[in-house]
């Protein structure tokens, strides 16, 4: 790898890396420790609490943010009061230990807590050995620094939110690029003087579930963040678009899953009878690209006008070879195979909205 690739490499991961994120935490912690430093009483010779509960609550999404603060907060109060139960009737020792190491670790797996559960054992461990001198103070102190150290976590993604559309876009981008990659490869499997065997099929099937799995959390993530989120009248259009795009594009995977598997299953090599035969293969390939060409025009949502026209001409291309068929007195499997390819092309083609080029470029 050359020099240059190197440094295109690293520099696309950085970009990737959650720097805003990254800047939030940073800064909510330093407010958080400055605050627990100032701290009057007891409280004030544990400030490293305070940017603890800052961290802990730190998402990205405001409502991530509350959902963690409420949750470790309560993880942190409930593995105290487990500790400080234990240590009213035993005195500190190994088996008082491990009596609040079981018993938070059972907590851990409470639902409500959600994945700050974690936090309860470790709550519990503290108060036991850290504040075996002055418990109550220093559940006051560790306690009420971190609610203290949360509250300021959430105000600082209340104030700078997030709206991850950026990673939105990307995903919807890779399940287009999939989608094409998995057209071009039926198109080009269909082009042989044979069908292709079971092997050949699943070597040319592309990665479309992982690509659409991240492109449906990726919305998920974005709708989450939507909420509360003070940013969100200033791109309301965008996120609208956004939700669109990614109906059209999940539409389209699951009828081109569709096709997929209607091709590997009735047009391979092992069987009998094959689902398209010699005559049926090419106009179904020059469908099948012209198809992959129209995915390509646009952005999921809308396609240009000249891309729809030629993929509408391809396939009345395709259901006029199906009738010479027909006339031929062909096999009820080509007919059946053919006429569901035909189905779910067009079906593709209803999804997306022919524009001209002048609004395709305006999105």
């Known amino acids: 790898m050359s020099l240059a690739e190197r440094s295109t490499r690293l520099s696309s991961r950085a970009r990737k890396l ?13 407010v958080a420790f400055w605050v627990g430093a100032v701290f009057p009483g007891p409280a004030g010779e544990f400030p490293y609490y305070a940017p603890l509960g800052a961290v802990v609550a730190m998402s990205s999404t405001v ?12 993880s942190i109060w409930l593995g105290s009061a487990i500790a400080l139960a234990t240590a009213a009737v035993m005195a500190p020792s190994e088996l008082t230990v491990a009596l609040v190491i079981g018993l ?17 054992p470790t709550a519990a461990l503290f108060v036991l050995i850290i504040g075996a001198k002055d418990p109550v103070a220093f559940v006051s102190a560790y306690g009420g620094l971190t609610l203290i150290g949360a509250a300021i976590g959430v105000v600082a993604i209340l104030l700078f939110p997030q709206l991850p559309l950026g ?21 080009h499997a269909l082009h ?24 449906r959390d990726a919305r998920e993530l974005v709708l989450e963040a939507s909420r509360a989120n003070r940013r969100l009248a200033h791109h309301q259009s965008l996120l609208q678009r956004q939700f669109e795009q990614t109906a059209s594009l999940e539409r389209v995977c699951v009828l081109v899953e569709g096709l997929t598997q209607l091709l590997e299953e009735e047009e391979r090599a092992e069987n009998e009878r094959v689902g ?17 060409d129209l995915v390509d025009s646009g952005d999921g949502r809308t396609v240009k006008i000249a891309a729809m026209a030629a ?6 291309g395709l259901v006029d070879e199906i009738h010479a068929v027909r006339v031929g007195e ?10 569901s390819i035909v189905t779910n092309i067009r079906r593709c083609l209803e999804t997306p909205r022919p524009v001209g080029d002048e609004e395709a470029a305006l999105g």
């Open 192 to 215: 042989g003087d044979r069908p292709p065997t079971e092997a050949e099929w699943r070597e040319r099937r592309a990665r479309l579930e992982p690509a659409l799995q991240r492109m």
């Open 276 to 292: 398209l035969g010699p005559q049926l293969r090419p106009p179904t390939a020059r469908a099948l690209l012209a198809l992959a």
């Open 18 to 30: 959650p720097w805003g994120l990254a800047l939030r935490a940073a800064g909510a912690g330093a």
């Open 167 to 187: 990673p939105a876009e990307e995903a919807m981008r890779d399940v287009r690029a999939e989608v094409i990659v998995q057209l071009r490869q039926l198109a």
């Open 104 to 120: 938070g670790t059972v907590a851990v797996n409470w639902r409500l807590l959600g994945g700050m559960g974690q936090w309860v």
């Open 311 to 316: 993929a509408r001409e391809t396939l009345d």
């Open 63 to 74: 409502m991530g943010s509350v959902r963690n603060a409420v949750q470790s907060v309560a």
């Open 330 to 339: 062909s096999s009820d499997d080509e007919l059946f195979t053919a006429g």
